[in-house]
């Protein structure tokens, strides 16, 4: 049964009308490549908003690539975790790959600490939540280590294929099948 994250109330309770209703659509954001190997783009996906009528609460339901407060699509995280964690690339060519902003500010020259957040939040359970056998890793890890940890983890999710693709592809596979 579908229920209202704010108050819990019942989309539709038995014998009764229904609670959440449509309130619209909005856009928003999803950056990242389709698929592995492609060029990065910012899509625009339309995602759909309910009210609750019991408590004047929205909620939205959004694609199974979009994660709340991520500007990036989980397959593009999963993918680019993969890529400096279990490949080895240097984090300013993991950026060229999944980010399709070209130009960055002279400030971020040369780094890219978005994956470092990324990983924070999978350590804090917020981020590739639905992964039940990700366990925590020690805190002494180097992040690169944590960020192989997750990917490897996330590519178990992969459907099989012949023959098996990279692992940091199965990670970016596998993200679609985890969430």
């Known amino acids: 049964m579908v ?4 108050c819990g109330a019942a989309s539709r309770p038995v014998g009764g009308g229904m609670v ?23 899509r625009v996906v339309q995602v759909r908003r309910y009210r609750c009528q019991a408590c004047g609460g929205t909620c ?41 902003w070209k130009h960055t500010g002279a400030s971020e020259a040369g780094r890219w600490r978005t994956p470092l957040r990324w990983l924070r939040a999978v350590h804090q359970g ?4 639905q992964v039940h056998t990700m366990r ?6 180097h992040p ?21 693709p990279p692992l940091s592809v199965q990670a970016f596979l596998g993200a679609a099948r985890a969430q």
Do not use: F, I
């Not at 959440?20 to 910012?42: I, K």
């Not at 593009?76 to 984090?91: E, H, N």
């Not at 917020?126 to 939540?129: D, K, P, R, S």
């Open 3 to 6: 229920r209202c994250t704010q």
């Open 20 to 42: 959440l209703q449509g309130h619209g659509t909005r856009s928003r954001q999803v950056r990242g490549p389709a698929q592995p190997g492609q060029q990065a783009q910012v």
């Open 60 to 100: 939205t339901v959004v694609p199974w690539e979009v994660t709340w407060r991520r500007l990036y699509s989980v397959a593009a995280m999963a993918w680019a975790l993969a890529l400096w964690g279990l490949v080895g690339m240097g984090m300013e060519a993991v950026r060229r790959l999944v980010n399709p």
């Open 126 to 129: 917020q981020l590739l939540v």
């Open 136 to 141: 925590p890793w020690p805190p002494h890890w």
């Open 144 to 164: 690169r280590k944590a960020a192989a940890h997750v990917a490897s983890v996330v590519a178990g999710y992969a459907p099989p294929a012949a023959p098996s």
